[in-house]
């Protein structure tokens, strides 16, 4: 079956980076678009960033010019890079795979921005 692994995440000073990552298995990594949604506590789940399968990118209005999205095809891994993090920027953050709205989700990983 589909996995989505995440991992990078944790506590970090507002102003600071973080980097996610997503490690994809069970499904045909190269030729999926990835994405990456978040959830902060009393709101609704929102898209942050997605790549389709040729690189091309889409960000948020709340989060362009500070994370970047990638990909390694080689390695299933689809990263969010995360730049002058925000207090509310604080989420759980879930890599996403396939489909819009996507088809398969992890498990997410906790982001806490401190000020």
């Known amino acids: 079956q589909v996995q989505l692994v995440e991992s990078g995440g944790g506590l970090v000073q507002a102003g600071g980076s973080l980097r996610l990552s997503c490690v994809a298995s069970?499904?045909?990594?190269?030729?999926?678009?990835m994405g990456w949604y978040r959830q902060a506590p009393g709101k609704q789940r929102e898209m942050v960033a997605r790549?389709?399968?040729?690189?091309?990118?889409i960000y948020s209005n709340s989060v362009k010019g500070r994370f970047t999205i990638s990909r390694d095809n080689a390695k299933n891994t689809v990263y969010l890079e995360m730049n002058s993090l925000k207090r509310e920027d604080t989420a759980v953050y879930y890599c996403?795979?396939?489909?819009?709205?996507?088809?398969?989700w992890g498990q997410g990983t906790q982001v806490t921005v401190s000020s």
């Open positions: 996403t795979a396939a489909g819009l709205p996507p088809d398969y």
């Open positions: 790549i389709g399968s040729g690189g091309s990118t």
């Open positions: 069970g499904i045909i990594f190269s030729g999926n678009a």
